[in-house]
């Protein structure tokens, strides 16, 4: 039986795997997140979700199986990851509010001798969020280790009006495409 590798620190993504049942160890890969010049959000969320797995075909000989997943905020052309800072956060708040926008997530599955990615597009539209709002939101702290500054499945989700596609991609692994990866993998939950 293949070992099952979570390339990820989000606690998120922990708590999404473990509620479909699968057996893993997490891991915390370190990569460089920059995009590349005229890369596209889906193609740089892609290609992050990728790298990540594929620092876990460094750490072991045994057969196992390494999953990752990257988020990002996309609105028109602009990318937007976890606030750098306060102000970071605040220009992000406001490009959202009152308007549409989308959450990227990109999950990659490899094994040494097989690779599979799927990317999920979900559709977030905010309400108007006043400065007040968005200054007692930075206050809770939930908001600096998020893409797009906020957390779907916390109090960011008092800003969301409509969600079209995966609630569970918008919070960091899409759960369905997760576990066919997976399947596909010979890897099933236990």
């Known amino acids: 039986m293949k070992a099952l590798f979570l390339m990820s620190s989000s ?10 049942g699968f057996k893993f160890e997490q891991r915390h890969p370190d990569i460089d997140e920059i995009p590349l010049a005229s890369e596209h959000p889906s193609s740089y969320v892609l290609r992050l979700a990728q790298e990540k797995a594929a620092v876990g075909l460094k750490m072991t000989q045994t057969p196992s199986v390494f999953l990752a997943a990257d988020t990002i905020v996309v609105k028109g052309d602009a990318i937007y990851e976890k606030p750098q800072d306060e102000a970071d956060y605040m220009n992000m708040l406001s490009a959202l509010s009152g ?18 990615a799927k990317l999920m ?8 969020v006043t400065p007040q709002q968005m200054n007692q939101y930075w206050l809770t702290g939930e908001p600096k280790d998020k893409a797009g500054g906020y957390a779907i499945q916390g109090g960011g989700g008092n800003f969301i009006r409509t969600i079209k596609g995966s609630y ?5 692994l899409p759960l369905v495409e997760t576990r066919e ?10």
């Open 121 to 128: 597009q979900t559709t977030i539209q905010f309400c108007e």
């Open 168 to 172: 569970s991609a918008a919070v960091g």
């Open 181 to 190: 990866l997976l399947c596909a993998f010979g890897v099933h939950p236990q």
């Open 99 to 116: 308007s549409q926008h989308q959450v990227l997530t990109a999950v990659a599955l490899m094994d040494g001798q097989h690779v599979s």
């Open 11 to 20: 606690p998120r993504r922990a708590m999404l795997l473990n509620q479909l």
